[in-house]
């Protein structure tokens, strides 16, 4: 049973540019949550998705979007890049219809910003 | 807004001793989840012990245990027999309940404490 994925692991992006990143939730899980984690920090919630609809948002520009796929994989989209949104971003999945259930973690796609 | 402090950045224990790791979280609402996340320098984050805010129970898993006072907002996570495979950044981490909340499912973060385990 593969877990949570994520792609790419490591990305080098120019200021101005934009990035998709992507997440595929672990087998059986419906809601895909994304967290930015900067270095030496803990990480802050971005957005989650559930049936392919934006149910919760973080603190984040409109730069910030996402998606949802009708199998359940993610994207997240940031646009007009800054040095700041330098960071590891981690995607999570859950069972979207059942409360305080464990949230499972991919390895993260490192985004330097240059 | 919600807020957790995690206020020992980094902590040190003998292999096989105990330790305790301190959180402290501030919210308005009444009914959410508290967690204990590990990450190793892999990156991945891994669930450790999870806390609902409307059990008085402590949760223990194996050789974590946390100790959860809630009108003090306190949720500290305590491992025993420590082994050198527990070294790594735990995180305490917060769950909005769903319900009438704006906050609904939203998590809060903090800042982590990195844990060295000594041989």
């Known amino acids: 049973d593969a877990g949570v994925t994520q792609s790419p692991t490591h990305l080098i992006k120019t200021r101005g540019q934009q990035v998709t990143l992507r997440c595929s939730p672990k087998?059986?899980?419906?809601?895909v949550s994304w967290y930015q984690q900067a270095l030496g920090q803990g990480p802050q919630f971005i957005f989650q998705?559930?049936?392919?609809?934006?149910?919760q948002r973080g603190n984040f520009p409109d730069r910030f979007s996402g998606h949802q796929f009708p199998n359940y994989s993610s994207e997240l989209n940031v646009n007009a890049l800054l040095l700041g949104d330098s960071a590891l971003y981690l995607c999570?999945?859950?069972?979207?219809?059942?409360?305080?259930?464990?949230?499972?973690f991919g390895q993260g796609t490192r985004l330097t910003v240059v | 807004a919600q807020t957790v402090t995690q206020s020992q950045p980094e902590m040190s224990v003998q292999e096989a001793e105990t330790v305790t790791l301190s959180c402290t979280y501030d919210?308005?609402?009444?009914?959410?989840?508290l967690f204990w996340y590990k990450q190793p320098p892999s990156r991945q984050m891994i669930l450790v012990i999870r806390?609902?805010?409307?059990?008085?129970q402590n949760a223990t898993e194996n050789r974590f245990s946390v100790n959860f006072q809630k009108a003090a907002k306190s949720f500290s996570l305590k491992i025993s027999d420590s082994q050198l495979g527990d070294a790594a950044m735990y995180f305490c981490?917060?769950?909005?309940?769903?319900?009438?909340?704006?906050?609904?499912?939203?998590?809060?973060f903090g800042d982590g404490t990195t844990l060295t385990v000594k041989p």
């Open positions: 087998s059986g899980h419906d809601t």
């Open positions: 981490a917060y769950r909005s309940a769903w319900g009438l909340n704006t906050n609904a499912g939203k998590s809060t």
């Open positions: 806390q609902e805010a409307y059990k008085q």
């Open positions: 999570a999945s859950s069972l979207g219809d059942r409360e305080g259930t464990e949230a499972f």
């Open positions: 919210t308005s609402e009444s009914d959410y989840y």
């Open positions: 998705y559930y049936e392919e609809e934006e149910r």
